[in-house]
């Protein structure tokens, strides 16, 4: 007989353990059901975000980051060394510490709320039943008075690219046991520019080729621009509308064919990322007659509220529409939680902060100068450059910008676009002004401290009336 819980969660990744987690919080008996495992082949939650995307890629972001200052910022600062060396395992190995300590913490803190946790695979069966084919072969049943499906997804695979030694997804390049002398990478999105300016930085020459013929199409053009300028600066060559049609493996490498404007070309490389996607991971999730209805695309259909349609069965995260961002996750999952419970639960897709961890970063929320061109809305933009901040000059880190968009009319924040040192923090000042219908003068009023990063911010408000003190308006 199957035991009965308040809210059963398919999925322990970043939207599924915040839904249990808070559901427990707010006094509802909870299980989740997770199926990965960790390089040990024990169980390992957090998803992918935990597991083998934005922590363990952070770790290495920030190893490769101090490799790469030893080589071309401490000399600024006075300090000199011999032939500095990067242990690739050890830095691995720092990475895989940082993944087991977050994931164990989820198992932490399930425990601590009284979250029951099944390790296997949960599928959505009628009636809000949940089996769970356990990794021992075994399989329980769980019955859900509501069942969250947090099912995440899955790297894209390309037919003429698989999967294997020597071409990889991201888990692949998060664990490569050397630097690769060249790497290739499939789409300049935020997983190629990462972990190719992460290889870029340790030795590698890094190709990016890239589909599309503008340079990171989704972000504000001036952002994109500056930061195009300073990958070139590093070495990683990016190479736009180059539509990769074939890769072979030979003894000297990967070979991979694409064609541009020039025609067909081949490059040759000893390590092939490709990164051209994500899709959700809803592949066996649900069986026969459940009700639940998936897209074209294989996404669960949701209204605003996440639910399906189908009494008592919600979805979240990545396997749902709207960006796949681990932090729309936590919120969704949060948001339906609080939704069961009957209190209010809401996530603001306009107020969702997007991060690039490159150097320099890249962050923005809002709309852009050419999504408010199109649609018409009539704003002002101010924008103040790092060059002019003390703080990022003394940092050596003067490269980029912060621009604030406001309103023509009402001064209210519509975006921020930012590109430099640290920019992933203060992005969060234009979200705020944001989600508190805040205008570029409120920010302007707003006492910064010197000297700070967060100036570039006070001043770019300020100049959206011609007011910013450090540039000439």
């Known amino acids: ?115 029951a946790a099944y390790y296997g695979f949960g599928q959505l069966q009628p009636g809000n039943v949940v089996t769970v084919k356990q990794h021992d072969g075994s399989t329980v049943e769980l019955k859900g008075t509501n069942v969250i499906l947090a099912a995440g997804s899955d790297s894209i695979e390309l037919p003429f690219a698989k999967f294997g030694e020597h071409i990889v997804d991201n888990v692949g390049a998060l664990d490569f046991d050397k630097v690769p002398k060249r790497l290739g990478v499939i789409g300049a999105g935020v997983i190629g520019l990462e972990l190719g300016s992460v290889w870029n930085r340790l030795g590698s020459q890094v190709t990016i080729l890239e589909a599309l013929p503008t340079f990171l199409a989704a972000a504000d053009a001036e952002v994109s621009k500056v930061a195009a300028r300073e990958f070139k600066k590093q070495g990683l060559d990016i190479r736009l509308g180059a539509k990769v049609g074939k890769t072979e493996i030979k003894k000297d490498g990967v070979h991979v064919t694409y064609t541009d404007a020039k025609g067909e070309q081949t490059i040759v490389v000893d390590k092939l990322l490709v990164c051209v996607g994500r899709r959700a991971a809803t592949k066996g999730l649900l069986a026969e007659g459940t009700g639940v209805k998936l897209d074209a695309r294989g996404m669960i259909e949701v209204d605003a509220h996440c639910h399906t349609g189908v009494d008592g069965v919600w979805a979240v995260g990545d396997c749902v529409r709207g960006p796949m961002l681990a932090h729309k996750g936590f919120e969704e999952g949060i948001a339906v939680a609080e939704l069961i419970a009957g209190l209010p639960g809401h996530v603001d897709f306009e107020t969702i902060p997007w991060v690039i961890y490159t150097e320099p970063e890249l962050a923005w929320v809002g709309k852009t100068e050419e999504q408010l061109k199109a649609e018409g809305v009539p704003y002002k933009a101010g924008s103040f450059p790092f060059a002019a901040v003390g703080r990022a000059v003394a940092m050596a880190e003067p490269a980029g910008f912060v621009k604030v968009l406001a309103h023509a009319e009402s001064d209210r924040v519509l975006g921020m676009h930012l590109v430099g040192a640290n920019v992933s923090e203060l992005v969060h000042e234009g979200v705020l002004a944001m989600e508190f219908k805040g205008s570029a003068d409120d920010l302007a009023r707003i006492c910064h401290a010197h000297p700070s990063l967060s100036e570039a911010v006070h001043d770019a408000a300020m100049a959206v009336h011609k007011r910013a003190i450090h540039k000439a308006n």
């Not at 035991?3 to 559901?23: C, L, S, W």
Request: aromatic residues 6%.
């Open 1 to 115: 007989m199957a035991e009965q819980f308040d809210v059963v969660v398919i999925g322990g990744g970043p939207a599924g353990y915040h839904a249990a987690i808070r559901a427990a919080q707010l006094g509802m008996k909870v299980a989740c059901v997770d199926a990965a495992l960790g390089k040990d082949g024990k169980p390992a939650l957090g998803g992918t975000c935990l597991r083998v995307g934005c922590i363990p890629s952070k770790a290495l972001l920030d190893s490769s980051r101090q490799f790469w200052n030893m080589h071309h910022i401490f000399g600024e600062h006075g300090i000199g060394f011999d032939k500095p060396k990067i242990d690739v395992g050890t830095m691995i190995g720092r990475k895989d510490k940082i993944v087991k300590q977050f994931t164990g913490g989820i198992a932490a803190l399930f425990k601590a709320n009284k979250v």
